[in-house]
C-alpha cells in the first residue's frame, strides 16, 4: 500500500472514531509501527490529527453522520469477517436469527453455516440477497423505506414486522458503544426496530469493530445492560471494560 493510501485511510478512520490507536493502525493496514508512526507525525504536521501517547487524537469535531458504506467497506474488512464468523457460530439449527443492517451484520450472513436449517429475519436487503438462495433458510424480510447505500428498511412498517417476531438469537449493528451511553447508532429511523428486536429477542448481541469503542453515534439505542453480549475484534479496555463486566455483558472476541 502506497503511503498516500494509508494517510487517507489513517484521517478517514481518525475522523470518524475521533481517537485511534496506534494498535489498531497496525492491525487494520497490516504495517509495522514505525510505519504508522511516520505516518502520524507526516499527518500531525499537516495538521489533520495530534499525536497522543499510544494512538492519534482528531484536531476536527465528531461526525454525526455515518462514514459512507464504501468507506465502510474498505475499513476494518478483515476483522469484520472474523466478527462475522464468531457470531454465526452462536447460532443452532431451527432458530429463528434475527440479522440487521450493516456491513459487519452482513458478514455474520455470509459466515452462515452452510448447512444452516433457520429462520432469518432481517431489515436489510443485503442480507436478504447474501441469503436468498441457501435451501435450508427460510429469509422472511420486514418491508418498509429503503435507505440507500446499505439498502436498510425502516418506518413504521418495519417496525411492526418486528413487533410480531419473537427471535432466538439477535445480531445488532451499531455506531458505537460507549461506556456511560451505550449502544448507539447514526440512522433515527432505525432504531425503533432495534428496540422492538431488543423487547422481543432471546438473546441480541452487539457486532462492534474496535473503532467503534467508546464512540457515541448520534442516537441512543439502549443501555449496556439490555445487551446479552457483544462480538467484537478485539478485547475492550478501560472504563468500557468495566462497564460491560458491570452490566453482565458477555464479551465475544473473534
Known amino acids: 500500500m502506497l503511503a498516500a493510501e494509508r494517510h487517507a485511510l489513517i484521517t478517514e478512520m481518525v475522523r470518524s472514531a475521533q481517537i485511534v490507536s496506534t494498535d489498531t493502525l497496525v492491525r487494520e493496514l497490516a504495517v509495522s509501527g514505525e510505519t504508522i508512526r511516520r505516518d502520524l507525525v507526516a499527518l500531525e504536521e499537516r495538521g489533520i490529527l495530534t499525536r497522543v501517547h499510544g494512538g492519534a487524537a482528531s484536531t476536527e469535531p465528531p461526525i454525526s453522520q455515518e462514514p459512507p458504506i464504501e468507506q465502510r467497506q474498505r475499513l476494518g474488512a478483515g476483522n469484520k469477517s472474523k466478527i462475522g464468523r464468531a457470531a454465526a457460530s452462536l447460532v443452532r439449527d431451527g432458530q429463528i436469527i434475527m440479522i440487521d443492517v450493516g456491513t459487519t451484520a452482513a458478514a455474520v450472513a455470509r459466515a452462515l453455516p452452510p448447512g444452516l436449517s433457520a429462520t432469518i429475519l432481517t431489515n436489510s436487503l443485503v442480507v436478504a440477497s447474501e441469503l436468498a438462495d441457501r435451501p435450508g433458510l427460510d429469509v422472511l424480510v420486514s418491508g418498509g423505506r429503503v435507505r440507500a447505500g446499505d439498502l436498510a428498511l425502516s418506518n413504521a412498517t418495519a417496525a411492526g414486522f418486528f413487533a410480531d417476531t419473537y427471535p432466538d438469537v439477535a445480531f445488532l449493528g451499531s455506531g458505537g458503544l460507549h461506556p456511560e451511553a ?30 467503534k469503542f467508546g464512540r457515541i453515534a ?37
Do not use: F, K, M
Not at 183 to 203: G, M, Q
Not at 233 to 254: H, K, Q, Y
Open 182 to 211: 451505550g449502544l448507539t447508532d447514526y440512522h433515527l429511523e432505525e432504531i425503533a426496530v432495534r428496540r422492538t428486536v431488543l423487547a422481543n429477542a432471546h438473546r441480541s448481541y452487539a457486532l462492534v469493530s474496535s473503532e
Open 218 to 254: 448520534g442516537h441512543h439505542v439502549c443501555p449496556l445492560n439490555q445487551l446479552t453480549g457483544v462480538v467484537v475484534d478485539t478485547e475492550p479496555t478501560g472504563d468500557l471494560r468495566d462497564a460491560l463486566a458491570d452490566a453482565a455483558v458477555e464479551v465475544i472476541i473473534s
